[in-house]
Nanobody
Framework: QVQLVESGGGLVQAGGSLRLSCAAS????????MGWFRQAPGKERELVAA????????YYADSVKGRFAISRDNANMTVYLQMNILKPEDTAVFYC???????????????WGQGTQVTVSS
């Protein structure tokens, strides 16, 4: 069992930065792939970024490549999403997710956080 709690969301102006954190509990965190999804009002949920248990595999959606960076700290059981050059279209609820295997869009992760709102003003 893995429990996930996101933090770091908020309101930021276009061009600004935010760092999301996802704190996990559970003995097997380091063996899980982790990722961030987002869902904007009226839109489907989208996988933004994912990272394998050891950090050797990383996925980014085309819409965030070069602006977002995912990382993880297994010792502190935390995964991060550094978001730079934010755009109004990045506005969404961001969800942390965990799955026993790496995922890049076709797998629905097993565990989910409650979400954190990110709002980018123009």
């Amino acid at each position: 069992q893995v429990q996930l709690v996101e933090s770091g969301g908020g309101l930021v102006q276009a061009g600004g930065s935010l760092r999301l954190s996802c704190a996990a509990s559970g003995r097997t965190f380091s063996s899980y792939a982790m990722g961030w999804f987002r869902q904007a009002p009226g839109k489907e949920r989208e996988l933004v970024a994912a990272i394998s248990w050891g950090g050797g595999r990383i996925y980014y959606a085309d819409s965030v490549k070069g602006r977002f960076a995912i990382s993880r700290d297994n010792a502190n059981m935390t995964v991060y999403l550094q978001m730079n050059i934010l755009k109004p279209e990045d506005t969404a609820v961001f969800y942390c997710a965990a799955h026993p295997t790496f995922f890049s869009g076709t797998i629905t992760p097993r565990y989910w956080g409650q979400g954190t709102q990110v709002t980018v003003s123009s």
